[in-house]
């Protein structure tokens, strides 16, 4: 996918999106909770958010004292919400002493397949159960889910991309969809060569692509056989793997998946997590936050089916509340973590200056196949 595609689905979410009034220099209104999104954190970033906060006055709320005022069940003051997706290693390491020297309150929310103890290349990545559980023995986090795979599925049978060195350095492991091998599913990075299709994210896709295992295995081998990672300082190589993936194409070609069996792919990432959570850590969550972005009204209503109560978004989700009556069940956006030092208080900061990042930024901050 070209680097001007990928700027153009960027300011196509940016027009999707209803950022609160605040920073763009307003006051909050009177009910206004600010709610936003962390991933990897820094030690120096996360202390000057903090900092700004305890500087301004601002509680740092749980998650159940969210909703309560959400619902209008409590008023508590000027606040916000912290919420922190993946689980990495470093709310570990760097977060959770900070939220415990400065008394803060954040909620966590965790993709239960990278949570187990797995023979995984990821292991180094991600928490372990065990961390999570002194987690919520601190007092100072609400863990919740994230889902069970954290996953993008192949939509469309277009190739956007063989998997090759630059790209498994640059992406994130979420942003590999997950390849359908030999009637399993395989998650994380692939090896060099795969092929890599048009994705969307699991809880909001319409149907799957399921591609041929024959395809993927033919390209892989072609590249171990011809210099693995070598391979690809040849300037022809795409042309040479898009080759190899026609020939085989035409003899052994995809297909998409049953509906019925799309629908129970879509359910088990509700109720695996909650399995897991319930095995490890005694309850199973009642609070989602997707993946990506708010999914699909199915996939919704089938969270409610499984037991939860909420969801969170991101941005361009901030509209859905405005529907959230309509929807099987509240549905609540979330803002980066940027934005929170533009919130009202002593050295607020300016969104010129930040428009300036976000558009110098455009071509780093793209996904790989959606």
């Not at 509680?59 to 990495?88: I, N």
């Not at 570990?92 to 103890?117: C, E, I, K, N």
Request: glycine share 6%; charged share 25%.
């Amino acid at each position: 996918m070209s680097g001007f595609g990928r700027l153009m689905r960027t300011l196509a979410r940016i027009s999707r999106t209803r950022y609160p009034g605040f920073v763009f220099g307003l006051p909050l209104s009177r009910r206004e909770i600010p709610v936003f999104i962390y991933h990897d954190i820094e030690t120096d970033a996360f202390a000057r958010d903090l900092e700004f906060l305890r500087r301004n006055s601002y509680r740092t709320l749980g998650l159940d004292e969210y909703l309560a005022a959400r619902e209008g069940r409590v008023r508590p003051g000027r606040s916000v919400l912290l919420t922190f997706d993946d689980a990495r290693k470093s709310f570990g390491s760097v977060a959770l002493p900070l939220l415990r020297q400065f008394d803060a309150r954040a909620v966590l929310f965790a993709p239960t397949y990278w949570m187990q103890p797995p023979q995984r290349a990821a292991d180094d990545l991600f928490m372990s159960w065990e961390q999570l559980r002194a987690c919520v023995e601190s007092g100072h986090v609400d863990v919740q889910s994230h889902a069970h795979r954290h996953a993008l599925v192949a939509t469309a049978p277009q190739v956007v991309d063989f998997a090759n060195p630059s790209a498994l350095a640059r992406f994130d492991i979420y942003d590999w969809p997950i390849r359908f091998i030999d009637a399993q599913d395989e998650l994380g990075k692939p090896a060099l060569g795969t092929p890599v299709y048009r994705a969307a994210p699991l809880l909001s896709a319409q149907r799957r692509y399921l591609e041929s295992g024959d395809i993927t295995r033919a390209c892989r081998d072609f590249v171990d056989g011809h210099g693995g990672p070598e391979f690809f300082a040849q300037p022809d190589w795409r042309m040479q793997l898009d080759r190899i993936f026609d020939e085989h194409s035409r003899r052994t070609p995809g297909r998409f998946m049953d509906a019925d069996a799309f629908e129970r792919l879509v359910a088990s990432e509700f109720e695996l997590c909650r399995e897991e959570f319930k095995r490890h850590l005694g309850y199973a969550p009642h609070c989602i936050a997707y993946p990506w972005h708010l999914g699909s009204t199915p996939s919704l209503q089938q969270a409610r089916r499984t037991g939860f109560q909420v969801a969170f978004g991101v941005a361009m989700d901030y509209r859905a509340e405005r529907h959230r009556s309509r929807l099987p069940i509240p549905a609540y956006g979330r803002l980066k973590s940027d934005w929170l030092q533009f919130l009202p208080g002593e050295q607020r900061a300016s969104i010129l200056g930040a428009l300036r990042r976000k558009v110098a930024g455009f071509g780093t901050v793209q996904h790989l196949a959606h």
